[in-house]
């Protein structure tokens, strides 16, 4: 279904002039889409509680339903972040607070995907309150969002940390992986949204680098990746301290 959508969202925008026109376009769709979302999730939801306990196939699709679900219902978040960053409306509300306890979550909320794809996870952070002039659930969007990717391009067996250190301007926070590696040729626009979108949803990342770009800038730091294939990449961020 999301690959669909993707599909047919591209040949919509194809058919239009201006980046006005694909912002609005983007924006019907995804209003369009929130009310069966809503439903689906709440019907799942529903039968998941009222299900037979021994009922494991029922629970099976169920659950195959909800993680759908999930995956759409954060697709159309995406895009309406893009457009908004497009746009230069994305919301950001930036104020100073200590990056530790943020990036901790960060990595608890992708603990359960990694562990069931035998990554190891990990967080090797300062104990000292590290402050930065952030979006706290901007910066969580960022991790989880880097980490998704990370996860699913390392193979069972290999390992990601995240890290974080202060820096004279503000915060420098790192997510390190032992990966496939991102080929030489991808390295220059692995951030760009209209690449990635060229690339097969196997080889690609995605909107959610595209998006981890913008919402860096939008709150004045800056993004960078090193990478060597076959042996992992490390996407750095900073976030300024004032």
């Known amino acids: 279904m999301a690959r669909r959508l993707l599909r047919e969202l591209d040949q ?10 694909e912002r609005d376009l983007i924006s019907v769709i995804c209003h369009d889409l929130k009310d069966p979302l809503a439903s689906i999730i709440m019907g799942t939801g529903f039968l998941r509680k009222t299900l037979p306990a021994d009922d494991a196939a029922g629970r099976r699709v169920v659950e195959a339903v909800m993680r ?5 219902t954060n697709l159309v978040n995406d895009f309406h972040d893009l457009a908004r960053l497009d746009a230069s409306r994305l919301s950001i509300d930036a104020r100073p607070c200590d990056v530790v306890p943020l990036l901790r979550d960060a990595v608890a909320g992708q603990g359960a995907s990694a562990g069931e794809k035998g990554v190891t996870l990990e967080a ?3 104990s000292a309150v590290t402050v930065a002039v952030c979006d706290r659930a901007r910066v969580i969007q960022i991790v989880d969002k880097i ?3 990370a996860i699913r391009f ?3 067996g290999g390992g990601v940390t995240v890290r974080a250190a202060k820096t004279d301007g503000g ?9 496939r590696g991102i080929p030489a040729d991808h390295l220059a626009t692995i951030f760009d949204y209209a690449a990635n979108a060229r690339r097969t949803p ?15 800038e939008a709150q004045r730091g800056t993004i960078s990746v090193e990478s060597r294939v076959g042996k992992g990449s ?6 300024p301290s004032v």
């Open 154 to 156: 390392t193979a069972a």
């Open 171 to 179: 915060v420098r926070i790192a997510v390190e992986d032992t990966g």
């Open 68 to 72: 759908s679900a999930d995956r759409m």
């Open 124 to 126: 090797d952070l300062p």
């Open 202 to 216: 196997r080889d690609g990342p995605g909107l959610g680098l595209a998006i981890v770009r913008g919402i860096v």
């Open 12 to 21: 919509g925008v194809a058919l239009l002039e201006g980046k006005e026109a």
């Open 234 to 239: 490390v996407f750095t961020f900073t976030l």
């Open 147 to 149: 980490l998704v990717n």
